[in-house]
């Protein structure tokens, strides 16, 4: 009989990755995907699987949540088939390859000062290198179109649906016909919001006789994004008015166009001071240039500023600083500007290098757009932290910090409810993405308004479906 294994996303958010075992089929494999925060270390252990068992790996999109661990797969014996957007695979070659950079930095760090003590036999080895990421892309990929089905075999066959949560992220839906009797077996993937800046609404699914769906924010309401938007400009703009600088700690992918769109249409409304404007990643720069490339797939406010001007997202006042030596070129710069840099989360990256600079004067303002799982530095500051901990360094919190979690690239509650509720035959519901305390809130809801059997998925539990 068929059963589903969660081995990451399962009572915690990130570590997507859900094992599909066939009684006569291929084994599938859905994400692939880093821990953060709080289960990092759990990147590094052995798989709960052979990766030689897993046939076909399917994507739901290019976070690093989802695909990070893909070349530590194909590392440990995983040959066979990726399937997904081509747009995913074009942002998860960005992701991975950045990911696999770091990891090789931090190794020749940590074996520098090991080599003093004698101890660099003890430091472990990177979880993979740029090789191991670029071998992802010489297996075997196919590439899915939304809303076209894909015949895997004879008795199993993937479609994949616009979730409007980034660019080439879907709802994948399996279909496997087992002794005459077909199943339609649902992951939801990270689902967008019915109202965003850059992206289209997700599409609905008529059938699942198992649904596993995220539940990040099953337990509450996103403020209402208009409110977010004008709630960010006037941020800006004080902080701009004020003499100080606006640092934004952003994801590259998604979380940035959004602003850099928001930005830049702030800037033909005539509603943003003369200001420089700084994309500082290397990654959200490359990222961007992939939107652009793909900006059919995006909403009409992207489509109005392309007609205007032949690109989404550039304008007179952006500047990107792809080189090392360009980002600390911003340093120069004693007001007026507005620095978007990585990572979104503070665990790394060229926004750190900015706090250790700006953080400390109280003209300036810090405006998270995004989550903040439980751990990590954006979390710390969010939560009221007065000083950090920075290059061995004491710095003081005094800049302005602002939670704006209205951007959200995810659902809220209403918007999981009300996709569910398009569905017209929905069997059983399995909670994965999420946190334990928010999910228990998020099964209430659901047994209240949709009366559906409600479960959540423990990690490596076996899910008979």
Not at 384 to 411: C, D, P, R, T
Request: a negative charge; charged letters at 25%; aromatic letters at 8%.
């Amino acid at each position: 009989m068929t059963f589903i294994q969660s081995f990451g996303a399962a009572e915690t958010v990130t570590g997507s990755c859900h094992f599909l075992q066939l009684k006569n089929g291929p084994n599938i494999l859905v994400d692939c995907g880093y821990f953060q925060g709080e289960n990092e270390e759990q990147t590094y252990a052995p798989f709960d699987f052979d990766p030689k068992d897993v046939d076909i790996v399917l994507l739901t999109h290019a976070h690093l949540d989802h695909v990070g661990r893909v070349p530590k797969l194909v590392k440990e014996g995983f040959d066979g088939k990726v399937v997904a957007l081509r747009a995913t695979m074009d942002l998860a070659e960005v992701i991975l390859m950045d990911s696999a950079k770091i990891a090789e930095e931090d190794y020749k760090t940590a074996l520098k000062k090991a080599k003093r003590t004698g101890n660099e036999k003890q430091v472990p080895l990177p979880i993979y290198t740029s090789d191991d990421a670029k071998a992802v892309f010489d297996l075997i990929i196919q590439y899915a179109d939304y809303n076209k089905a894909i015949q895997l075999v004879p008795s199993v066959k993937v479609t994949f649906r616009n979730a409007g949560h980034i660019l080439g992220s879907a709802t994948i839906q399996i279909e496997v016909s087992e002794e005459g009797d077909t199943k339609s077996l649902v992951f939801s993937g990270d689902l967008g919001s019915r109202r965003d800046i850059i992206m289209t609404p997700p599409s609905f699914v008529k059938k699942a006789d198992a649904l596993y769906i995220e539940s990040t924010y099953g337990d509450r309401e996103h403020r209402p994004l208009i409110e977010t938007i004008d709630e960010c400009k006037e941020i800006i703009i004080n902080t701009l008015r004020n003499k100080g600088n606006v640092l934004i700690p952003s994801f590259a992918i998604e979380r940035t166009q959004e602003i850099l769109l928001l930005i830049k249409q702030m800037y033909y409304d005539k509603e943003l001071p003369i200001c420089k404007v700084f994309l500082d990643s290397p990654m959200a720069i490359r990222a961007t240039q992939i939107y652009n490339n793909y900006h059919a797939e995006l909403n009409a406010s992207a489509d109005k500023l392309l007609l205007r001007d032949g690109t989404v997202f550039d304008f007179p006042y952006l500047q990107y600083s792809l080189k090392a030596k360009d980002s600390k070129l911003i340093n120069k710069e004693e007001s007026g500007c507005i620095i978007i840099a990585g990572s979104g989360m503070c665990t790394g990256g060229r926004i750190l290098h900015h706090f250790k600079h700006r953080l400390w004067d109280d003209r300036n303002s810090v405006i998270f757009v995004g989550y903040q799982v439980k751990g990590t530095l954006g979390r710390q500051m969010i939560d009221g932290a007065e000083s950090i901990q920075l290059y061995h360094e004491k710095i003081n919190v005094n800049a302005k910090i602002h939670m704006l979690s209205g951007f959200s690239a995810h659902a809220d509650q209403s918007d999981l409810l009300a996709w569910m509720s398009e569905f017209e035959q929905l069997e059983k519901i399995y909670l994965i993405h999420g946190e334990s305390d928010k999910q228990a809130v998020f099964k209430d809801v659901i047994k209240e308004q949709l009366h559906k059997s409600v479960h959540i998925v423990k990690y490596g539990e076996k899910i008979y479906v």
